[in-house]
C-alpha cells in the first residue's frame, strides 16, 4: 500500500508498505479521508518522529478486514461498515476509565495512532484497535467522518466548561479548533459568542458558524461584544492568551484551555489576578470516548458544516507541501488527505 512516511531529512514522501494485516482485536480500515492537524504540524518539526512514522489521526473509512476477539474486540461484525475510528485505544480498566474520563487512560495515550508509536492514517489502510471503531450513520459523508475527531475535541472543551445557553463566552483563535468549538457551543444553545481572530477570512468563518461578534484583538473581545465574559476558551495554541483569557474574564469566571502548546512551553499567568477573581482554570484534553461517540451524531447531524472548514481534500503525494503551507499566514484552514 501507500503511505505518508516522515522522511530522515524531516520531510514527507509517499513509500510503499506492506498491506496490514488485522490480528487479534484489530481491524484494519480503508482510509477515505484524514485530516491533518495542528498537533501533525508540531509532531514533524519536533524530533520525535523515527524514519517511517506514519502520521495522521482524524480520519473515517471502511473496514475491510479484522480479527477475532473478546466482547468489544471481536471486530469481525465490522467487516464492511463505514467507521470513524477513536485513534486511542483505552485499556478500560483503569480508575480513569472506570469513571468514564477515558481522556486520561494512561495506556490510550501510549495506543495512539499516528503519534509517532503506531502507524496513523495518511495512507492507504492503518490497523486499528476494533473497540476504537465507530459505525457511522449512512449518508455521513467521507469529509464529515475526517471532521469528527476534531468536532470531538471541541466538544470535550465545551463539556468541560460549565457553559449554559445564557452565558457570554469568548474564544481566542479561529483555527480549525476555535471553529468547531464555536459550533459545539452552538449545537450546547449558546448564542453570545465573541472571537478573536486577526485573519479576516476566518473572523469570517467564525461568523458563518454562529459567532456573533469578532475582534481582531483577543484583549478587545468583551468590548467587540460589549458584555463580561463568563468563560474564556484558550484555542490558539499560544502562551500569551491565557493571561488575556484572566485578565478578560469576569471574576468568578471560567477559562478552558484547549489549544495545545509546545510541550517545553511555559504559560505566564499572574497567580494574584488569578486568585484575587477566583477565576477556574480548566485543561481539556482530547475527549472521552462518549464525547467522540456524540460527536460522530453531532457531525452526522450537521453540527458543522464541511464546506466552512475544509479548504480542500488533496491526494497523499500533496502531503508535504500541505504541511508546509498550512503554516503560512493566510493558508489553509483544514486540508484532508484522500489516499
Ligand atoms: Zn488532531
Ligand atoms: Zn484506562
Same mark, same amino acid.
Given at each position: 500500500?501507500?503511505?505518508?512516511?516522515?522522511?530522515?531529512?524531516? #520531510?514527507?514522501?509517499?513509500?510503499?508498505?506492506? *498491506?496490514?494485516?488485522?490480528?487479534?482485536?484489530?481491524?484494519?480500515?480503508?482510509?477515505? !479521508?484524514?485530516?491533518?492537524?495542528?498537533? *501533525?504540524?508540531?509532531?514533524?518539526?519536533?524530533?520525535?518522529?523515527?524514519?517511517?512514522?506514519?502520521?495522521?489521526?482524524?480520519?473515517?473509512?471502511?473496514?475491510?478486514?479484522?480479527?477475532?476477539?473478546?466482547?468489544?474486540?471481536?471486530?469481525?461484525?465490522?467487516?464492511?461498515?463505514?467507521?470513524?475510528?477513536?485513534?486511542?485505544?483505552?485499556?478500560?480498566?483503569?480508575?480513569?476509565?472506570?469513571?468514564?474520563? #477515558?481522556?486520561?487512560?494512561?495506556?490510550?495515550?501510549?495506543?495512539?495512532?499516528?503519534?509517532?508509536?503506531?502507524?496513523?492514517?495518511f495512507a492507504e489502510y492503518v490497523t486499528v484497535s476494533s473497540r476504537s471503531c465507530h459505525p457511522v450513520p449512512p449518508g455521513m459523508t467521507a469529509d464529515q467522518g475526517a471532521l469528527v475527531e476534531p468536532y470531538a475535541v471541541a466538544l470535550h472543551g465545551v463539556r468541560r466548561s460549565r457553559v449554559e445557553p445564557g452565558s457570554v463566552v469568548g474564544v481566542i483563535g479561529a483555527g480549525p479548533i476555535?471553529?468547531? #468549538?464555536?459550533?459545539?457551543?452552538?449545537?450546547?444553545?449558546?448564542?453570545?459568542?465573541?472571537?478573536?481572530?486577526?485573519?479576516?477570512? !476566518?473572523?469570517?468563518?467564525?461568523?458563518?458558524?454562529?459567532?456573533?461578534?469578532?475582534?481582531?484583538?483577543?484583549?478587545?473581545?468583551?468590548?467587540?461584544?460589549?458584555?463580561?465574559?463568563?468563560?474564556?476558551?484558550?484555542?490558539?495554541?499560544?502562551?500569551? #492568551?491565557?493571561?488575556?483569557?484572566?485578565?478578560?474574564?469576569?471574576?468568578?469566571?471560567?477559562?478552558?484551555?484547549?489549544?495545545?502548546?509546545?510541550?517545553?512551553?511555559?504559560?505566564?499567568?499572574?497567580?494574584?489576578?488569578?486568585?484575587?477573581?477566583?477565576? *477556574?482554570?480548566?485543561?481539556?484534553?482530547?475527549? +472521552? +470516548?462518549?464525547?467522540?461517540?456524540?460527536?460522530?451524531?453531532?457531525?452526522?447531524?450537521?453540527?458543522?458544516?464541511?464546506?466552512?472548514?475544509?479548504?480542500?481534500?488533496?491526494?497523499?503525494?500533496?502531503?508535504?507541501?500541505?504541511?508546509?503551507?498550512?503554516?503560512?499566514?493566510?493558508?489553509?484552514?483544514?486540508?484532508?488527505?484522500?489516499?
Amino acid at each position: 500500500m501507500r503511505a505518508v512516511a516522515y522522511q530522515a531529512d524531516g #520531510t514527507l514522501a509517499v513509500v510503499e508498505k506492506p *498491506d496490514p494485516v488485522a490480528g487479534r482485536g484489530q481491524a484494519v480500515v480503508a482510509v477515505e !479521508r484524514c485530516g491533518i492537524c495542528g498537533s *501533525d504540524i508540531h509532531l514533524r518539526r519536533s524530533g520525535m518522529l523515527g524514519p517511517g512514522a506514519v502520521m495522521g489521526h482524524e480520519f473515517a473509512g471502511t473496514v475491510v478486514s479484522a480479527g477475532e476477539g473478546e466482547g468489544v474486540d471481536d471486530g469481525r461484525g465490522l467487516v464492511g461498515q463505514r467507521v470513524a475510528v477513536l485513534p486511542f485505544r483505552r485499556c478500560g480498566a483503569c480508575p480513569r476509565c472506570l469513571e468514564g474520563r #477515558t481522556a486520561l487512560c494512561v495506556e490510550g495515550m501510549a495506543h495512539g495512532l499516528g503519534l509517532g508509536g503506531l502507524d496513523g492514517a495518511f495512507a492507504e489502510y492503518v490497523t486499528v484497535s476494533s473497540r476504537s471503531c465507530h459505525p457511522v450513520p449512512p449518508g455521513m459523508t467521507a469529509d464529515q467522518g475526517a471532521l469528527v475527531e476534531p468536532y470531538a475535541v471541541a466538544l470535550h472543551g465545551v463539556r468541560r466548561s460549565r457553559v449554559e445557553p445564557g452565558s457570554v463566552v469568548g474564544v481566542i483563535g479561529a483555527g480549525p479548533i476555535g471553529l468547531m #468549538t464555536i459550533a459545539a457551543l452552538r449545537a450546547a444553545g449558546v448564542e453570545a459568542i465573541v472571537v478573536a481572530e486577526r485573519s479576516d477570512t !476566518r473572523a469570517e468563518l467564525a461568523v458563518a458558524l454562529g459567532a456573533s461578534a469578532v475582534a481582531a484583538d483577543a484583549h478587545q473581545l468583551s468590548s467587540a461584544i460589549g458584555d463580561d465574559l463568563d468563560v474564556v476558551f484558550e484555542c490558539a495554541g499560544v502562551p500569551e #492568551t491565557p493571561q488575556i483569557a484572566l485578565e478578560l474574564v469576569r471574576p468568578g469566571g471560567q477559562v478552558v484551555l484547549v489549544g495545545v502548546t509546545n510541550p517545553d512551553e511555559p504559560l505566564t499567568m499572574v497567580s494574584f489576578l488569578w486568585i484575587i477573581k477566583e477565576v *477556574d482554570i480548566a485543561g481539556s484534553f482530547a475527549y +472521552d +470516548d462518549v464525547d467522540y461517540a456524540d460527536a460522530v451524531i453531532a457531525v452526522a447531524g450537521g453540527a458543522v458544516d464541511p464546506a466552512l472548514v475544509v479548504s480542500e481534500v488533496r491526494p497523499l503525494e500533496d502531503a508535504d507541501a500541505s504541511f508546509d503551507e498550512l503554516l503560512e499566514p493566510g493558508g489553509p484552514i483544514k486540508l484532508l488527505l484522500a489516499p
